[in-house]
């Protein structure tokens, strides 16, 4: 079943594709955003819950791509529309992308009335779904009626889609549907963040002068930690490693592969380790395995003539260079130190978070605020040490699915997002996976790995 960008199984009977819907609708906010000033920001959230009622009309499969593109690109429009309208605090426009993976949920009740579905899967996306409820429970008790909205959509709405995704589509089928919408999104987003690099177009200085995000680097021609067309380095650069993989690995012929270069040039100036650490343990990953390791030593060899090429033909070499040496310091690293210090803050509370505070998130650029880094920290901030190492202990087991599925099953798109879930968990002590847009890549994919037919329609 062809899932190309140009076709998937319903949408014959469709005048536009959804992923094209999408791309039209972020064109045309971004186009008309500077006359419509702040009410550009509630039409673009409609516009977004609209393109997902009719992708999902179309099928699973071109639902995901319009939601990959949407999660892509809805941050670049939201800071055109900021540069004219005044910088929103709150995001709103973020909410977009959330409300339209929102809409196949609404299938979810009848979904799990009409299949039946292993423990073992839904225990753990039960399990975190209550832990979700249990932090906002806490922000609405000291009535952060705002922490509390915010934080319950971030995390339940991309473990309620992913749930969607198991119980209604073929694994193949959403993984070609996703490595078709890379294709497209990597290229772009890949020049975009070497010209941000090299100097950084009026919305995105206006926007880093404002963000309260510390680790962006300064509004200066090569003083960028490219975030591209997303809301950040890390969420940029954990999209564009997991598009990486699935391109690297899909049944693409090498020459199209070449479109992905410009993708991997700016993986490396967002200068984010973690999802360099994530990447390469997914490649090593599937060396593990017959159907990939051919294509996975490939892989490896091509990345380091990209490495040493980039180090020494780029006007960018002595950065990033100078940002990989520091992966061997372990936990002389400033960050490794960081957040080493956050773990002995929160133990010498008063009640040592016992029972958490809830989604109470504090601008981290304020004096005093405490950085939240990985969902160690997360998990025990917002929902205390109980209830937190649940939800920790359901993310490692819905992790430990996907791996044991793709020892078990073999496949190569088993291991495929096998190795993505492995990326997952070497991330997960080092930045929060769960929520928004990596909370999309990381439910998305783990659950991917649900081996086809074990959702099965209930007799």
């Not at 380790?273 to 990447?279: C, D, E, F």
Request: glycine share 8%; hydrophobic share 55%; charged share 10%.
């Amino acid at each position: 079943m062809s899932t190309s960008l140009a076709t998937t199984s319903r949408v014959g009977v469709w005048p536009m594709p959804g992923w094209l819907a999408a791309v039209l609708m972020l064109a045309a906010v971004a186009a008309l955003g500077g006359s419509l000033g702040g009410l550009s920001r509630p039409i673009f959230v409609l516009g977004c819950g609209a393109v997902g009622w009719y992708a999902w009309r179309q099928g699973p499969a071109m639902h995901l791509q319009a939601a990959l593109i949407l999660f892509a690109f809805a941050p670049f429009v939201r800071r055109i529309v900021d540069l004219s309208a005044g910088f929103d605090q709150l995001g709103l426009m973020l909410i977009g992308p959330l409300l339209a993976i929102l809409v196949p949920v609404l299938s979810l009740p009848r979904l799990l009335e009409t299949h039946d579905l292993s423990a073992r899967l839904i225990w753990p996306l039960g399990t975190v779904a209550v832990c979700v409820v249990y932090a906002a429970m806490l922000s609405m008790a000291q009535a952060d009626w705002n922490n509390a909205a915010s934080g319950a959509l971030k995390w339940l709405a991309p473990l309620l889609y992913a749930a969607v995704l198991m119980l209604s589509s073929d694994r193949r089928e959403l993984i070609e549907a996703a490595t078709s919408a890379f294709l497209v999104i990597l290229p772009v987003t890949g020049v975009y963040a070497v010209y941000q690099y090299v100097d950084p177009p009026e919305w995105d200085r206006y926007w880093m002068q404002l963000a309260p995000i510390l680790s962006i680097g300064q509004p200066l021609p090569y003083s960028v930690r490219s975030f591209s067309t997303m809301n950040s380095p890390a969420s940029y650069a954990s999209f564009t490693a997991v598009g990486l993989f699935l391109v690297a690995f899909s049944r693409t012929r090498w020459p199209a592969l070449l479109l992905a270069l410009p993708a991997g040039l700016g993986l490396l100036l967002s200068l984010y380790r973690t999802a360099w650490i994530s990447l390469a343990l997914g490649i090593l990953f599937c060396l593990l395995f017959a159907q990939t390791r051919r294509r996975a030593a490939v892989i490896l060899v091509g990345i380091g003539v990209a490495l040493l090429l980039a180090a020494t033909l780029t006007p960018f070499g002595d950065v990033v260079v100078e940002r990989l040496s520091t992966l061997g310091e372990g936990i002389q690293d400033g960050s490794a130190q960081e957040r080493l210090e956050e773990f002995v803050t929160l133990w010498k509370l008063p009640d040592s978070s016992l029972f958490g505070v809830g989604f109470t998130i504090t601008d981290v650029g304020s004096a005093g605020a405490m950085p939240v880094d990985g969902m160690i920290i997360a998990c025990w901030l917002s929902m205390g040490i109980v209830v937190g190492a649940f939800c920790l202990t359901a993310l490692l087991w819905s992790i430990g699915n996907a791996l044991a599925t793709a020892w078990r099953d073999g496949s190569t798109e088993a291991v495929i997002v096998g190795a993505l879930a492995l990326g997952a968990l070497a991330q997960l002590p080092l930045a929060n996976i769960t929520s928004g847009e990596n909370g999309f890549l990381f439910w998305t994919f783990v659950v991917l790995l649900t081996p086809p037919l074990l959702a099965r329609p209930a007799r």
